[in-house]
């Protein structure tokens, strides 16, 4: 009795070996994506490792527009209701990367999602994509929540789910069973343990296209922080020139708008770690994070259209001589803390000098800093950089007229207006449309022009859309302040 015991239990043992093997084969194996030496490509749809927390196979990512248009923004369009840039011949969008696991590819988000730049000089031309730019359409909160919003949904089912895929693939039998039966259920889970990660966001303002909360998740899901009800709404950065924060033998520079970390490439995998990232994946994803921070440091922003050598009449023609004017101003007023060369660049001013809206900044603590710096002890993660600061980094102008809505948290529509003292700036303005506003240095903006069909309303009486602070250049003659904006357009 005993020797058939001990038979079935070997025989039970060997079954598990082989289920797990197989499930590990099937689901979770990674394989390597095609390798290109377009950095650029691998900056827009390259892999950060996330695709066993953050992934959702492909062809359930590819229906839900189509199963749920009721939970995609006003004006849907499929993925570009978020703001994404979307090339043609593409099979995701910009953001996105396509890995597969064991059998099935899974699509999830990277560092591209955020930034992702897109403009148009005139309104009846077609949007133009640039390479990490400011996410100034991308509106990450609304594609979080209509994931979430989808997994909560009862009509989110296998029966439905399968019959929109057969519209456009068909699957041979064995990816239909594992699909029916495993990933649609462990999707729908997934995503309804999305939205009680997400709980805290009901209660703080909504972040609006160009904006995300870049901490908050990683304080209460990474780091197991309480949640402090702090709110750190802030403007998607451009990640241009970053080689010009390389520490040197008597200075390092700090990065993120409150300048947390003086590291680029923690930066990088820290950034990874927050969007799903585990140590497990790091090892086969550490050259493609390198090759991303080699892309960030070397892209720099496109030139910009403003230009004295465009015809009177033009409207981004800029006057030679406003310019030069600008320039000199520029210098004297500007380039200490927006200049690479200058003493305060890459630097974080205090809060009290600088007066801008503070809660970015007191969003990142002290506990979170000294908790990210020990992050999964375990593991050889090496965080060495991260820092708590008093104020915000004075950051490169370069590709300014790209960079709007302005200051840290996006509450200033445009040059013009950053140029006004904080009382006689808009109180409330559009943002999300990618139209230039050639007279006045940014997006256009005001409700009476076609951004309210296309953006959100920017409030600045709520918590973290405070427009105050920034005074330099605010007390200037107006003749000074036209010779200034005619420079900085150039930028």
């Known amino acids: 009795m005993r020797r058939v015991f001990w038979k079935w239990l070997f025989a039970l043992l060997i079954l598990l070996v082989v289920g797990a093997f197989a499930l590990f084969f099937l689901l979770f194996r990674p394989v390597a994506q095609a390798r290109t030496n377009d950095l650029a490509e691998v900056f827009n749809h390259g892999s950060i490792g996330n695709e066993e927390a953050q992934g959702i196979p492909y062809w359930i990512w590819r229906v839900l527009p189509q199963l749920f248009p009721d939970h995609l923004p006003a004006n849907a369009d499929g993925y570009r209701a978020f703001g994404l840039y979307w090339r043609a011949g593409d099979e995701v969008s910009v953001g996105l990367s396509v890995k597969t696991l064991g059998v099935i590819e899974r699509v999830a988000p990277n560092c591209a999602f955020c930034h992702q730049g897109s403009y148009r000089l005139r309104a009846d031309e077609p949007a133009r994509l640039v390479d990490a730019g400011p996410g100034t359409r991308v509106n990450p909160q609304a594609y979080i929540r209509f994931l979430i919003d989808v997994g909560a949904d009862p009509r989110f089912t296998a029966d439905r789910v399968m019959t929109e895929i057969g519209r456009i693939y068909d699957m041979p039998l064995w990816e239909r069973a594992l699909y029916r039966f495993v990933l649609i259920p462990a999707t729908r889970s997934a995503l309804q343990e999305q939205g009680r990660q997400f709980a805290w966001m009901k209660d703080r303002p909504d972040w609006g296209p160009g904006r995300i909360d870049p901490f908050n998740p990683v304080k209460f899901q990474n780091l197991h922080l309480a949640d402090d009800h702090t709110i750190g709404n802030s403007d998607m950065m451009p990640l241009w020139s970053l080689a010009d924060v390389a520490a040197t033998n008597t200075r390092r520079f700090s990065l993120h708008w409150d300048g947390l970390q ?136 370069g590709g300014l007229w790209l960079r709007g809505p302005y200051l840290h948290n996006g509450s200033v529509p445009t040059l013009r207006a950053l140029l006004l003292p904080p009382a006689e700036r808009p109180a409330r303005f559009y943002r999300g449309y990618d139209l230039v506003d050639a007279e006045n240095g940014g997006f256009m903006s005001a409700p009476d022009t076609p951004g309210q069909r296309y953006g959100t309303l920017y409030d600045t009486s709520l918590p973290g859309n405070g427009n105050g602070g920034h005074l330099w250049g605010t007390d200037l003659p107006a003749e000074a302040k036209e010779q200034l904006l005619s420079y900085l357009k150039t930028l």
């Open 262 to 397: 003086t590291d680029l490439y923690e930066t990088v995998v820290s950034g990874a770690i927050g969007d799903g990232m585990t140590y497990k994946s790091y090892g086969g994803t550490e050259e493609g994070l390198r090759r991303i921070t080699d892309f960030v440091r070397l892209q720099g922003p496109p030139p910009s259209p403003f230009s004295p050598l465009r015809p009177e009449g033009d409207p981004y023609h800029v006057d030679a001589a406003a310019v030069d004017a600008g320039r000199a101003i520029y210098v004297s007023q500007c380039a200490v803390c927006h200049d690479a060369k200058g003493a305060r660049f890459r630097t974080p001013i205090s809060i009290v000098e600088l007066g801008t809206d503070r809660h970015r900044l007191d969003m990142w603590t002290p506990a979170a800093r000294d908790r990210y710096a020990v992050y999964e002890p375990g593991y050889a993660w090496g965080f060495a950089n991260f820092q708590k600061t008093d104020g915000y980094v004075a950051t490169s102008l």
